[in-house]
């Protein structure tokens, strides 16, 4: 390569600006094109022969065209058919295998930070999942990054913005994959093809497994290896789906949407790789060049081509990034490529054009043929193009399928497989002419080893006359459109790169290998104005890009599929990270979260959450208030899916007002009392407010449906009975603030406001359901654990007042129990009085005087009974009516700071004016059917005192009743001859 090449590569054209004779009038014959023995050279080369040696047994086999036994077997139109079909069994043979089996890890080994070399080279595994040593490499590099393909990889089938299904690149669609490992995953995948769903069953651990990362790398400066296990989970779940979409029927509409999810996490591998792939350089280059004071005295006078670019690389951080997104977008490719197994098969392994050169022979021996159409004479590789004829049809399809698959690896970083193919393919003069881009180095122009021994000289001394002739093919419109795109992107044509490009990806891989190659080749001859260089045609340099550009472009672009994947989510991330942009992503990411299509993908919601959250790990988080919205969307997710391991972590990510509002919802829900303890317990690991969180939980239950308390409320004794399920919830709720000890003073509060809205709607069971629910040394706890804090220090008024308070509703609780025990023992206890028949005979007589003897012993032990339990009512009656310290349900103390609950204050005074008159009404019952009328008409008394104005709590018509009754009880008192005003 180091002298101008020939045939192909346009001998005459005017490179030394003498000579300007057409490329294909150069030569007459096959022997005098300087191709064919680069050709004929590279043969030799390959198999390790002399090359003389060689070319005579080229031109012996030549002389005998006629021998039928020496040529190629042939490849008739009908053997053609049936090997295809032969391939379509086999085929067919390895995706069934496949399918019951594990597919390779399609990742692609990562690489070095930094190296020595710029020239591509195969991917070599390395410790860093994000290195960027390929991006320290000259515009023709191609390293082994991975992005989507062009026509091959086409993706514009989309059936929506975020899960377009991936299409297999059509240049793979006929070779059979790569057959799985073994049989062991074999019950995984026909469990999951059971599920409706089968996609969604088998990444319904994705979210616990990112949890995981993200628990296990919590520091910053572990942020990328938490980036790499982002990927790495993505990978796994990849393979899974992979393999149950093998076994599932392309008609079956879970084989849709287990694609579209396959689809989705594909593109969010790729997503987490840019995004750790950039940022690593990003913030390791700042304190690299913090340190590289002396950066722009680090290039001498002699430099080489290749010295420049590295320098280049090391001081223009934009020039490097942009080769980290070559990187990672052909390493994406690479990634596809990987997938396939034995991506391309042809019939000869030395000969090229095989059913031409047949053809051929069989002309020269003079057999008949069926080929009589016009065909090449020649099997130079400049013959089609020379003789303007075509090659024999199979050898055609060949040729496009080798074109096809170079430039599906020089897409993928893989140049040295492109040569191989060329080499496999008899083609190693194609081979020879991918060369010519490396830079050249002489290592001993600067220093030679002490044994005086040269080291080898790298790279083409005349790249730049490489470069223009392959320019100048990429513009030859007789070539075909892949060949063109392989010149193309190895001399910066960007023209020529685009018509084959036809995703997003395949597009934004071309113009970051054009604007790289630009940048590149200024700065090699700027550095090397003194030396006479071939200069590049002026459309080279008449396209200025930037990323800013960039982007711009894609998103005006022709082709409606690119325009349309330039606003799928995962691009639109892209971009933003390419562009270092962060505010302008977290503002893109929020306006998801109000798209209805978008909002509902737990995928995506989780994905932009962890994104959000390396950011802050990194510390470029902005706009909060856009950051919290984004966390708080993914803990709801959490929440409604009963995420119960993940809920409390994340939550720990809001501000502390959210994580007490976001946890108290998710608690809500949570019944049995182990998983209570339970997520108290990750609440606790997680940093939690527990205290506030579990006040809020019942906070929020208990006043679900509170209203103002009623005074018309009827209820049947039945309905007192009765508990909802929303009642039973209250109860439950209760439960929250009893597993912590130093939380019983609260315990105490919110037991005594739910059990206020319990009593004012008579529900007296659930009122007793929430008072046990209280341990009964709660008073006695809260007491010690005031003393252990603040010993002799007179306790929070708000705590003495709950603990009144509790007091007073257990008193009020007994009057009412005690006054059932009575009113159940005096109208279902009392003995039954004896009947004597009017025509009794004498012993019915006799049995009636025994009977009536025995009634009276019962009724005399049923009154005895019946006045001890209502001394019992009448006592918890009047502990009710008669409370000390300000009366019943009335605070003493007040807070210091003046802090009044202003709505329980009216609810205990409700309460006051619902019951104390009620309990009155029963008091007076209980007295006046016992016959005690002077106790009864003492009642009035009670009522009328100013130490306890209970006076005050009447309404007027219950005022009005409460004199009536007493009015009776004052005749009947009258009727046994006593005072009738009770004294």
């Known amino acids: 390569m180091a002298a101008p090449m020939a045939g192909r590569f346009g001998a005459g054209d005017p490179i030394d600006g003498k000579n300007n004779i057409s490329q294909r009038t ?92 710029y020239t591509p080279r195969s991917a070599t595994t390395t410790t860093s999942q994000f290195d960027i040593s390929a991006t320290l490499r000259t515009p023709g590099t191609t390293p082994g ?80 290896e938490l980036v790499s296990e982002y990927e790495k989970t993505c990978i796994d779940h990849i393979q899974l789906l992979d393999r149950l979409v093998k076994q599932t029927q392309p008609s079956q509409h879970k084989f849709s949407r287990t694609v579209k999810i396959q689809n989705f996490l594909t593109k969010q591998k790729d997503m987490w790789r840019l995004l ?34 590295e320098f280049l690389y090391r001081k223009d951080s934009q020039t490097r990034q942009s080769q980290v997104v070559i990187d990672w977008l052909e390493r994406n490719v690479a990634d596809i490529l990987e997938g396939c197994f034995d991506r391309v098969e042809f019939y000869s392994q030395t000969v090229s054009w095989e059913n031409t050169l047949h053809i051929l022979q069989q002309k020269k021996a003079g057999v008949p043929s069926s080929h009589d159409r016009p065909m090449v004479s020649s ?21 496009v399928r080798l074109l096809r698959n170079m430039f599906a690896n020089i897409q993928a970083g893989k140049l040295d497989e492109a040569q191989r193919l060329c080499r ?21 122009m600067h220093e030679v080893s002490t044994t005086g021994e040269l080291k080898a000289v790298e790279g083409n001394p005349h790249r730049d006359i490489w470069k223009v002739v392959c ?117 893109e990411m929020n306006n998801w979260l109000h798209v ?35 966390l708080e969307a993914y803990v709801m997710d959490l929440i409604e899916d009963k995420q119960t391991n993940l809920v409390a972590t994340y939550t720990a990510t809001l501000p502390p007002s959210m994580q007490v509002t976001c946890y108290a919802k998710f608690l809500e829900g949570i019944h049995e009392t182990e998983e209570r303890q339970h997520c108290l317990q990750l609440a606790e690991d997680a940093g939690l407010d527990i205290p506030t969180i579990t006040k809020t939980v019942v906070e929020n239950i208990r006043t679900r449906d509170e209203g103002d308390i009623q005074f018309d409320t009827q209820l049947t004794p039945a309905s007192e009975e009765a508990l909802s399920e929303e009642d039973k919830h209250k109860i439950a709720a209760i439960d929250w603030l009893v597993f912590d000890p130093s939380q019983r003073a609260e315990a105490l509060k919110q037991s005594n406001a739910v059990m206020r809205t319990f009593l004012a709607t008579k529900k007296y069971k659930a009122a007793h359901e929430v ?123 007040q807070d210091e700071d003046g802090d009044i609950d202003e709505s329980r204050q009216h609810q205990m005074a409700l309460l006051r004016q619902l019951c104390i008159p009620t309990l009155c009404f029963l008091l007076h019952s209980v007295l006046h059917k016992t016959k005690q009328f002077t106790e009864a008409i003492q009642v009035a008394d009670i009522i009328a005192s100013e130490q306890h104005q209970l006076y005050k709590v009447f309404r007027q018509e219950e005022l009005q009743r409460l004199l009536h009754m007493i009015r009776d009880s004052s005749l009947q008192s009258l009727d046994n001859q006593q005072d009738p005003l009770g004294y």
């Open 26 to 117: 150069l030569y007459s014959s096959p022997a005098e094109s300087q191709s064919g023995s680069i050709w004929q050279t590279n043969q030799d080369s390959m198999s390790g022969r002399p090359v003389t040696r060689s070319m005579q047994r080229l031109d012996d086999r030549r002389r005998t065209f006629g021998v039928m036994e020496e040529s190629p077997v042939v490849r008739e139109e009908m053997q053609s058919r049936a090997l295809r079909r032969s391939l379509n069994v086999q085929r067919t043979i390895g995706i069934f295998n496949q399918a019951t089996g594990s597919n390779r890890n399609a990742r692609t080994p990562a690489r070095p930070l930094r190296h020595t070399t």
């Open 145 to 224: 990054g991975n992005m989507s393909l062009t026509a091959m990889f086409d993706q514009t089938d989309v059936m929506s913005a975020s899960f377009a299904p991936t299409e297999r690149p059509s240049m793979f669609m006929d070779m059979p994959d790569t057959p799985g490992k073994g049989m062991g995953d074999i019950t995984v995948t026909s469990n999951l093809l059971m599920e409706d769903d089968p996609g969604i069953a088998a990444t319904a651990s994705i979210f616990d497994e990112f949890f995981q990362c993200y628990r296990r790398f919590p520091s910053s400066h572990q942020v990328f």
């Open 276 to 309: 750790g792939s950039l940022y690593q350089d990003r913030l390791q280059s700042t304190d690299t060049m913090e340190d590289d004071d002396d950066l722009d005295d680090t290039q001498n006078k002699n430099s080489s081509e290749k010295q420049v670019a």
């Open 379 to 399: 099997m130079d590789p400049d013959a089609p193009i020379r003789e303007r004829k075509p090659l024999a049809d199979l050898d055609k399809e060949d040729e």
């Open 424 to 444: 496999k393919c008899g083609q190693a003069w194609r081979a020879a002419t991918l060369e010519g881009w490396k830079m050249y180095h002489d290592p001993n």
């Open 471 to 587: 320019w100048r093919m990429a513009q030859d419109e007789d070539i075909h459109p892949y060949e063109k795109a392989i010149y193309a992107a190895l001399s910066g044509n960007l023209k020529e790169l685009l018509p084959v490009c036809e995703t997003w990806s395949d597009c934004l891989w071309a113009y970051y290998k054009v604007m790289v190659d630009m940048r590149v080749e200024q700065e090699i001859r700027e550095y090397f104005s003194n030396k006479a260089l071939e200069p590049m045609p002026s459309a080279y340099w008449d396209k200025y890009l930037t990323p800013e550009i960039i982007f711009q472009e894609l998103q005006a672009f022709p082709n409606e599929v690119v325009q349309s994947q330039s606003k799928e989510p995962f691009h639109v991330m892209e971009k933003y990270i390419i562009l270092g942009d962060v505010d302008g992503l977290t503002e």
């Open 596 to 630: 209805p299509s978008l909002r509902s993908s737990r995928h995506l919601v989780s994905c932009i959450a962890h994104v959000v959250l390396f950011f802050r790990a990194v510390g470029l988080q902005t706009k909060d208030e856009l950051c919290t919205a984004i």
């Open 771 to 893: 008072f046990n629910k209280v341990p009964k040394d709660s008073i006695d706890v809260i007491l010690k654990s005031w003393q252990a804090k603040a010993g002799n220090t007179p306790l929070l008024a708000n705590d003495e007042n709950a603990i009144k308070e509790h007091i007073c509703i257990k008193a009020y609780l007994n009057a009412h129990d005690s006054f059932n025990d009575w009113f159940a023992q005096y109208h279902n206890t009392a003995p039954p009085k004896p009947v004597l028949p009017p025509s009794a005979t004498f012993q019915e007589k006799v049995k009636f005087e025994h009977d009536y003897k025995q009634y009276e012993q019962e009724l005399e032990r049923w009154q005895y009974q019946l006045m001890s339990q209502s001394k019992v009512v009448v006592d918890h009656i009047h502990n009710v009516l008669l409370f000390p310290d300000g009366g019943w349900m009335v605070d003493q103390n």
